[in-house]
């Protein structure tokens, strides 16, 4: 299957900007995910990214993404406790509605 | 938006017996749904996929006749776990799409299987 790749562990101060890097292997990749998922908790969608773009922007949340490289970023803003959470980056290939996820990135906001 | 319902959120059973896990999305026709289970501080696997009145497309490696998928209705569909065992005691997610192109998936709030 395709690979998705994260690093597990962000730990940041209140305040600053959380980058959350994924890595993928899926060329044929057309949506890109990021998911946030709180302890005890599904999946809740933060945004999304069609493989044609390069970056979006939605309040806090910036995605960037190199096609080129098969990197995706997440960065947050001003990160606030609210955002300590496991990140999970997805992405969707061209032949189905299957998603492959990372391992999800626990992100820790300390005061 | 696009509201996934799971039920129930947590359940305990006894070994041998059997759980049924619903899934409906509440507002939107969900022409495909996805079973996902999730280990202790791991990434989703899935499970199987299901497509209304259509038999699910399970994953390799997952006994369909161990999990039972039914997808009746364009707005529900159910996870049966027969006969559980301890080891099939994890955390289980179901999430929907409409299908559209560039729509997303919408997860459930998971359900909290423990087997004894």
């Known amino acids: 299957g395709e690979d998705v790749e994260q690093s597990l562990f962000l730990s940041v101060r209140e305040g600053d900007s959380s980058v959350i890097n994924c890595t993928y292997t899926d060329s044929s990749s057309t949506y890109l995910y990021w998911y946030k998922q709180e302890p005890g908790a599904g999946l809740q969608l933060l945004t999304y990214?069609?493989?044609?773009?390069d970056m979006k922007q939605d309040q806090r949340l910036t995605v960037l993404l190199n096609k080129k490289d098969k990197h995706l970023s997440l960065r947050i803003a001003d990160t606030q406790t609210g955002d300590s959470a496991i990140y999970f980056c997805a992405e969707r290939g061209s032949n189905d509605y299957k998603l492959s996820f990372g391992a999800g990135t626990t992100v820790t906001v300390r005061a | 938006g696009a509201v996934v319902s799971q039920h129930p959120s947590r359940v305990i059973c006894k070994s041998g017996t059997s759980v049924k896990i619903e899934c409906r999305s509440l507002d939107f026709q969900a022409t495909t749904m996805f079973w996902y289970r999730q280990f202790p501080k791991k990434s989703l696997m899935l499970m199987a996929t299901?497509?209304?009145?259509?038999?699910?497309?399970?994953e390799q490696g997952v006994e369909k006749d161990k999990f039972l998928i039914n997808h009746a209705s364009l707005t529900l569909s159910t996870l049966t776990v027969t006969s559980a065992h301890p080891e099939d005691s994890s955390f289980y997610i179901c999430s929907a799409t409409p299908g559209l192109r560039g729509s997303g998936y919408t997860f459930g709030s998971g359900t909290r299987l423990t087997v004894v």
């Open positions: 299901s497509n209304e009145g259509s038999k699910a497309t399970y």
């Open positions: 990214i069609f493989s044609n773009m």
